[in-house]
């Protein structure tokens, strides 16, 4: 017979970003550290913001596994939190229930979190929008969930499809969510600024009348297109 787990396993302590480098990604296009990171990166697409209007934050994931239909693991999480931290749970992608809702935004405002993100589902959105927290989720429903557990909290989890260690980092907007490993966090933001410049110069031909990539029209040109009318 298996014994039953624990209600909750919990590792405390685990290296975060240093403060300074994680400022440089603020205020960051998710598509932009997406490019730096050779096109991948985003949570699944379901993944977005209760109010759009709420979406841009980044910070460390404080990482919990909550299971189908239990948020046992968030609310320890609101205890262990760290000012500037995402609290970023995997729900299993259950969406028959609610994990989050404006209780537990609202004492995430007041713990100084920067953001919630659920694969699962939130409710209260009428009072979530006016507390100013971004919070992402796959969906709303007011149906509520229990606090139960088995859950984790500081453990590595899988969160819409992509990996998350404690301490990563996980930065948001109206596109969605990206996650990026804190190993790779100085090469990000050393690549930021060069990509940054690329789009910027990019789009100003644009502006200016561009119609098409010429290394398309050149690929067009060659032999490695074959034409059949």
Do not use: W
């Not at 990604?25 to 550290?33: D, E, M, P, V």
């Not at 919990?64 to 609310?75: E, F, P, V």
């Not at 404690?166 to 060069?194: H, K, N, S």
Request: hydrophobic share 45%; net charge neutral; glycine share 10%.
């Amino acid at each position: 017979m298996l014994k039953d787990p624990p209600l909750l396993t919990i590792r405390r302590e685990f290296p975060r970003p240093p403060r300074d480098l994680l400022a440089k990604l603020k205020g960051a296009q998710t598509g932009h550290i997406v490019d730096a990171m050779q096109g991948r990166a985003a949570l699944d697409h379901h993944i977005k913001p209760v109010d759009p209007e709420c979406a841009q934050f980044v910070g460390a994931a404080l990482t919990c596994q909550t299971g189908a239909d239990d948020n046992l693991a968030i609310l320890a999480a609101l205890v262990l939190a760290q000012p500037g931290d995402v609290i970023i749970a995997a729900a299993d992608a259950f969406s028959a229930t609610a994990v989050v809702g404006d209780n537990v935004t609202m004492m995430a405002k007041n713990k100084g979190i920067a953001a919630i993100v659920i694969d699962g589902m939130a409710r209260d959105s009428t009072g979530i929008v006016p507390v100013g927290l971004p919070v992402f989720s796959r969906g709303i429903t007011p149906n509520s969930c229990v606090r139960s557990g088995p859950g984790k909290v500081g453990l590595p989890i899988v969160c819409g499809g992509v990996a998350v260690q404690p301490g990563d980092i996980v930065l948001g907007d109206r596109d969605g969510v990206v996650v990026v490993p804190q190993a790779e966090l100085q090469a990000i933001v050393a690549a930021l600024d060069e990509i940054r410049r690329m789009e910027e110069e990019t789009q100003k031909k644009i502006r200016a009348g561009m119609t098409h990539l010429d290394s398309i029209a050149a690929l067009l040109k060659s032999d490695k297109v074959s034409y059949v009318g």
